[in-house]
C-alpha cells in the first residue's frame, strides 16, 4: 500500500512539474502586490516607465516599493492598480487571463 | 505571509533575505525557495550583486542550521523527555538518531538543497545523535552553498518567470522525496519476500 502510494505520489509530482515547466515557456507572469513596478516591467519586457505612467506615478529609476506599499500610501485598492497595469501590458501588445474574454484576447 | 516576505526583500534586499533564511532554516515554514529564486531575478535586473546575495542566503542559512542542531544537542533530552510519546517514543527516536550517525555527512549535505523539507529535522536529530559539529557545519555550509547557487541561478536565468519556476521546483522536490520513499519501501518488500523466500 505504502510503495503504490509512494509510485502514485512520483507520478503525480512528476506530472505537475513538467505542467509548470511547460507555462514557464508560454505565459506571462501574473502581476502580485509584493512586485515593484520594475519587477514586472523586467517579467514583461517593457520599460518601467511606461507602467509608472499607467498608475499615475512620475518613474523613478530605483523606486522598488512593492504595488502594495503604492496602493496604500495612494489610498487605492491594490486590485485597481493591478488593473490598471494589465491594461497598459494588453496594450504594449501583451495579455493576461484576468483581462481576457471567455472567447478570445482582451482588446 | 508570503506576500509580505517578498515585498520585504524586494524594498529592502539584503537584510530581508538574511533574516528570512536565517528564521526558516530553524524551522519556520516560510516560502525560501521562492524567495533565493526571486533573488535571483533581483541579481538578473542588477539590484543585488551576484556572490553577496548567494554568500548571505549561504550564511543566513547556515547560522538558523547551527540554531537547530544546538538546539537538538543541548536541549534535545529536555525536549524527548517531555514530547517523545509524541514522535514516536524512545525506541522510534533511538532508531532516528541512528539513522543521523550513519548517513551523518551526505544526508546534512543532500538535505540543504535536494530533499530540503526534511532540512530542518535533520539539524535537530543531528543535534539529538551528537553528530560531530564541525563535520556537521562542513556538510551544512556545502549544501546551503550549494542549494543558494542553483536556486539563485535559476532565479538569474529565468527572472521573467518566478512564480512558474517556484512551482515547477517545488512540485520536483516532492517528487524526489516520493521517489525516495518508493525506493525505500521497495527495498523493504523484497527484503521481506527474500526472507520469506530462504
Redesign the interface.
Known amino acids: 500500500m505504502a510503495f503504490c502510494l509512494a509510485i502514485a505520489g512520483t507520478f503525480i509530482f512528476a506530472f505537475r512539474a513538467g505542467r509548470y515547466t511547460r507555462r514557464l515557456r508560454f505565459e506571462n507572469e501574473p502581476i502580485r502586490p509584493w512586485m515593484s513596478v520594475p519587477f514586472i516591467a523586467h517579467t514583461h519586457h517593457v520599460p518601467s516607465a511606461l507602467l509608472f505612467h499607467a498608475i499615475g506615478i512620475e518613474p523613478q529609476p530605483h523606486d522598488r516599493r512593492p504595488l502594495a506599499t503604492i496602493a496604500r500610501e495612494r489610498h487605492r485598492p491594490v486590485e485597481d492598480l493591478v488593473r490598471d497595469l494589465e491594461r497598459a501590458l494588453a496594450n504594449a501588445g501583451h495579455t493576461h487571463s484576468s483581462l481576457e474574454p471567455p472567447g478570445g484576447k482582451a482588446p | 505571509m508570503?506576500?509580505?516576505?517578498?515585498?520585504a526583500l524586494?524594498?529592502y534586499g539584503f537584510p530581508a533575505l538574511f533574516a528570512v533564511v536565517t528564521i526558516a532554516s530553524i524551522g519556520v515554514p516560510l516560502p525560501v525557495s521562492l524567495l533565493l529564486i526571486v533573488t535571483g531575478?533581483?541579481v538578473?535586473?542588477g539590484?543585488m550583486p551576484l556572490w553577496g546575495a548567494i554568500a548571505l542566503a549561504t550564511a543566513g542559512s547556515a547560522l538558523g542550521d547551527q540554531i537547530g542542531y544546538a538546539i537538538g544537542r543541548y536541549g534535545g533530552a529536555k525536549l524527548i523527555a517531555r514530547f517523545g510519546a509524541m514522535l514516536g517514543g524512545p525506541e522510534r527516536i533511538a532508531k532516528a538518531e541512528a539513522h543521523a550517525r550513519r548517513w551523518g555527512g551526505p544526508g546534512v549535505f543532500l538535505s540543504r538543497w535536494l530533499v530540503s523539507p526534511l532540512g530542518s529535522v535533520i539539524n535537530f536529530t543531528s543535534g539529538i545523535a551528537e553528530y560531530p559539529w564541525m563535520h556537521f557545519l562542513f556538510w551544512d555550509v556545502l549544501g546551503e552553498a550549494l542549494g543558494a547557487s542553483i536556486y539563485i541561478a535559476l532565479g538569474f536565468f529565468?527572472?521573467?518567470?518566478?512564480?512558474?519556476?517556484d512551482?515547477?521546483?517545488g512540485?520536483?522536490t516532492?517528487?524526489i522525496l516520493?521517489?525516495l520513499?518508493?525506493g525505500v519501501?521497495?527495498w523493504m518488500?523484497w527484503q521481506y519476500v527474500r526472507t520469506k523466500k530462504g
Open positions: 508570503s506576500e509580505r516576505i517578498l515585498a524586494a524594498q531575478s533581483l538578473a535586473q539590484v529565468f527572472s521573467d518567470r518566478v512564480l512558474e519556476l512551482a515547477a521546483l512540485d520536483f516532492w517528487m516520493a521517489l520513499a518508493a519501501v521497495g518488500l
